[in-house]
């Protein structure tokens, strides 16, 4: 049994920065890849950012791209998502998950019917 725990998230003013982080266990967190998806009210749930196995592989949504940055820890089977001039359209419930395929290296990872573990989400709260 998989478990995500995330943390970090918080209140913040436009242009200000938060760190999540998420904590795995219950598989060999260095052997599959991890996602980071958010969820605003009223909104399906979007992809953020996702970082393979390695570490070698990583990818943004486009609204993202120069602002957030993720990154990973396979000793500490931890997960970081370091977000940099916030705005108020940033504000969601972030969700990190994980994988379901090994060692994936191929270029596919924004859907999120490929993770099937999820985290119970952190509320962040960008205000103008």
């Known amino acids: 049994q998989v478990q995500l725990v995330e943390s970090g998230g918080g209140l913040v003013q436009a242009g200000g920065s938060l760190r999540l982080s998420c904590a795995a266990s219950?598989?060999?967190?260095?052997?599959?890849?991890m996602g980071w998806f958010r969820q605003a009210p009223g909104k399906e749930r979007e992809f953020v950012a996702a970082?393979?196995?390695?570490?070698?592989?990583?990818y943004y949504a486009d609204f993202v791209k120069g602002r957030f940055t993720i990154s990973r820890d396979n000793a500490k089977n931890t997960v970081y998502l370091q977000m940099n001039s916030l705005k108020p359209e940033d504000t969601a419930v972030y969700y990190c998950?994980?994988?379901?395929?090994?060692?994936?290296?191929?270029?596919?990872?924004?859907?999120?019917?490929?993770?099937?573990?999820w985290g119970q989400g952190t509320q962040v709260t960008v205000s103008s």
């Open positions: 219950g598989r060999t967190f260095s052997s599959y890849t």
């Open positions: 998950a994980q994988d379901k395929r090994l060692y994936y290296s191929g270029t596919y990872y924004s859907g999120s019917n490929l993770y099937d573990d």
């Open positions: 970082i393979n196995y390695s570490g070698g592989r990583i």
